[in-house]
Structures are given as structure tokens and as C-alpha cells.
């Protein structure tokens, strides 16, 4: 009998330690975390400010080295970036002199390749973000949430394993972000990608995650991982929504 192959886009950190040095004093943020994500799943990672959660992000992006431990995608170490992984900062940094289409399809020129197939992938990318009648629009005829889609879009031009995603939503108004959050967990879904975000808010995690990665303040203590059991789509209401909201609010003693 045939077996069938893991999903591409599994994270695994051991040990992983990361120290920063501000006016000749050593800051601890990260220290021996250790971490699995399973390929496709989403997971969400929240803390208090200074528990290193973007520090970690950045590191699983290789936009940060590690002072020890290592971080393996598929099983195979990896250092610095790579084409498997896409990161989505809180701006979308885009061109303003480019459009929508010309934004999203950047990253594939760097590619190499052929013109009709960067539009063609483009456009299939803006589509996905619900942006098909913008395509010619430049960012400064966009809203925030439109332009945090071309971003994601932008991102996922590049058909990426993983994707990374620092606080992405956090600059939006709260109608928007809901809707963006819909958003997200469709794009997700139908990607079939491994997705990692790091927020300040609680519900979204419970919204977009399988498991939530909780990491402690104290550096001293240890990272706690909640499992995020519920069917999809999820529904804000929900009883068993409202407890796992309650259990995060009760892990920063506001519960």
C-alpha cells in the first residue's frame, strides 16, 4: 500500500536561544524554546511586550540568527531565508509608483520569470484577495485592510510553504480586521500553507489557530501551547469560543 507524503511546511525549533545587548546590557529574550509546527496548521503566538514573540517569528523567517539551537523546515536545517517562507509584516510596504498588479507580481520578477506568467500569477493572487477590480489601482487609492490584502497576496505570489505573519491586522480599525480575519482564515485554508502569526489580540488567535503558543514574560518559565479544538468556521459566540478566550485573557492575569 502507497503512503501517502507529509505536508511540506513543517517547522521544528529546538533549543533556541536569542540574546540582544542594549548599552552594554545582556537582554535574555529568547531561551531554549522549543517548538513543533506541523505542516498546514496555523498557529498563533501571543505574549506579554518583550516575551520575544517577534524575535521568534523573525528568526523562524531568518531575518534574525539565533545565538544557539536551530530551526529545521522539513526536517533540514535552515539559515537565513528562504523561497519556502513569506513573511507579512504590520505595513504592506508597498511600491507606491506600482499598481496593485504590479505589486503583487514584484517578487516574481526577481524570479526571472516570463512577463505573461507573472501577470497570470498576479492576477490569480489578487483575485484570491477579492481585489480583482483594483488591480490597477496604486496604493494610495487603497484602504488600509485593501492594502494589507495586496500585501498577503503579494506574499503568497511566491506559493511559499510557510507563511509568517508579524501583527498584521493590528493596524486596522476593528470592523476591518474582522473582516480581515475572515479573510485570512480563507485564504489559509484554501492555500493549504503552514501559517504562523503573532498578535496582541486574543480572540483572533482563538479565530485563525489550531494551537495557541502562549511564552512567559519571566524568561525563567516555559512556553504553554493551547489546542484550539474547534470546527470551522468558527463562531465568535460560541460557548466553547468564549472559554478559550477566557483561558488566554486568565494566562496574562486579566480574567
Known amino acids: 500500500m502507497e503512503t501517502q507524503s507529509p505536508h511540506r511546511g513543517e517547522v521544528t525549533v529546538r533549543d533556541l536561544s536569542k540574546t540582544f545587548r542594549i548599552n552594554g546590557r545582556e537582554l535574555n529574550v529568547l531561551n531554549g524554546v522549543n517548538l513543533h509546527i506541523r505542516g498546514g496548521e496555523c498557529l498563533a503566538i501571543v505574549g506579554a511586550s518583550g516575551s520575544g514573540k517577534t524575535t521568534l517569528l523573525r528568526v523562524l523567517a531568518g531575518l534574525e540568527e539565533p545565538d544557539g539551537g536551530r530551526v529545521l523546515i522539513d526536517g533540514e536545517p535552515v539559515s537565513g531565508v528562504g523561497t519556502e517562507r513569506a513573511v507579512i509584516f504590520q505595513e504592506p510596504r ?68 510557510i507563511l509568517l505573519l508579524d501583527e498584521p491586522l493590528g493596524a486596522l480599525d476593528a470592523m476591518t480586521k474582522i473582516t480581515m480575519q475572515e479573510e485570512l482564515a480563507r485564504i489559509w485554508s484554501e492555500e493549504n500553507v503552514t501559517m504562523v502569526i503573532v498578535t496582541h489580540d486574543l480572540e483572533e488567535a482563538v479565530y485563525l489557530a489550531d494551537r495557541v503558543l502562549v511564552l512567559p514574560k519571566d524568561k525563567g518559565g516555559r512556553a504553554r501551547e493551547i489546542e484550539i479544538n474547534l470546527p470551522r468556521p468558527r463562531s465568535r459566540s460560541e460557548t466553547r469560543f468564549v472559554k478559550f478566550r477566557e483561558e488566554l485573557l486568565a494566562e496574562f492575569g486579566l480574567h
Open 94 to 161: 508597498l511600491l507606491p509608483w506600482r499598481t496593485v498588479l504590479e505589486n503583487v507580481g514584484f517578487p516574481l520578477e526577481a524570479r526571472g520569470l516570463p512577463r505573461d506568467e507573472i501577470r497570470r500569477q498576479a492576477r490569480r493572487y489578487v483575485k484570491l484577495v477579492g481585489l480583482s477590480d483594483f488591480v490597477d489601482a496604486y496604493p494610495a487609492q487603497l484602504s488600509g485592510g485593501m492594502a494589507q490584502r495586496v500585501g498577503i497576496a503579494r506574499a503568497l505570489a511566491v506559493q511559499p510553504e
